[in-house]
Protein backbone atom coordinates (compact mmCIF):
# COMPACT_ATOMS: atom_id res chain seq x y z
CA UNK A 1 0.00 0.00 0.00
CA UNK A 2 1.39 3.12 -0.83
CA UNK A 3 1.03 6.31 1.46
CA UNK A 4 -1.63 8.54 0.85
CA UNK A 5 -2.65 12.01 1.80
CA UNK A 6 -5.92 13.90 1.71
CA UNK A 7 -7.64 16.63 2.85
CA UNK A 8 -11.85 16.68 3.66
CA UNK A 9 -13.92 19.13 5.21
CA UNK A 10 -14.81 17.89 8.79
CA UNK A 11 -17.86 19.58 10.15
CA UNK A 12 -17.59 19.81 14.30
CA UNK A 13 -19.41 21.92 16.61
CA UNK A 14 -17.56 25.03 17.54
CA UNK A 15 -18.45 27.56 20.72
CA UNK A 16 -17.88 31.39 19.37
CA UNK A 17 -14.60 32.96 21.04
CA UNK A 18 -14.95 35.63 22.67
CA UNK A 19 -12.47 39.14 21.89
CA UNK A 20 -8.65 39.30 22.44
CA UNK A 21 -7.72 40.57 25.19
CA UNK A 22 -6.04 43.57 24.65
CA UNK A 23 -3.21 43.64 27.56
CA UNK A 24 -2.51 39.97 27.51
CA UNK A 25 -0.08 38.66 30.49
CA UNK A 26 3.52 38.64 29.96
CA UNK A 27 3.35 35.29 31.76
CA UNK A 28 0.71 33.08 33.06
CA UNK A 29 1.13 31.77 36.84
CA UNK A 30 3.30 29.09 37.61
CA UNK A 31 4.42 28.30 34.33
CA UNK A 32 7.36 29.90 32.08
CA UNK A 33 5.74 30.70 28.80
CA UNK A 34 4.76 34.16 27.90
CA UNK A 35 2.37 34.83 25.08
CA UNK A 36 2.99 38.18 24.95
CA UNK A 37 2.72 40.55 22.74
CA UNK A 38 -0.28 38.42 20.83
CA UNK A 39 -3.57 38.10 22.52
CA UNK A 40 -5.06 35.68 24.36
CA UNK A 41 -7.69 34.02 22.33
CA UNK A 42 -8.97 31.59 25.03
CA UNK A 43 -12.30 32.68 26.67
CA UNK A 44 -15.34 30.66 25.22
CA UNK A 45 -18.24 33.06 25.05
CA UNK A 46 -21.38 31.72 26.37
CA UNK A 47 -23.88 30.83 23.39
CA UNK A 48 -24.83 28.18 21.77
CA UNK A 49 -22.36 26.03 19.14
CA UNK A 50 -22.54 26.64 15.56
CA UNK A 51 -21.34 23.72 12.85
CA UNK A 52 -18.35 24.45 11.28
CA UNK A 53 -16.72 23.17 8.69
CA UNK A 54 -12.51 22.81 9.27
CA UNK A 55 -9.91 21.10 7.34
CA UNK A 56 -9.29 17.48 7.64
CA UNK A 57 -6.10 16.13 7.05
CA UNK A 58 -5.82 12.41 6.82
CA UNK A 59 -2.51 10.49 6.39
CA UNK A 60 -2.53 7.03 5.52
CA UNK A 61 0.03 4.42 4.87
CA UNK A 62 0.28 0.39 5.67
CA UNK A 63 0.62 1.20 9.36
CA UNK A 64 -1.61 4.13 9.70
CA UNK A 65 -5.09 4.70 8.83
Known amino acids: MSPRAWREPLPLKTYPLGPP ?4 PFQRQNHTWACYPYPLLDDVLEGEPTVRDWNALHLENEYLH
Open 21 to 24: DPNP
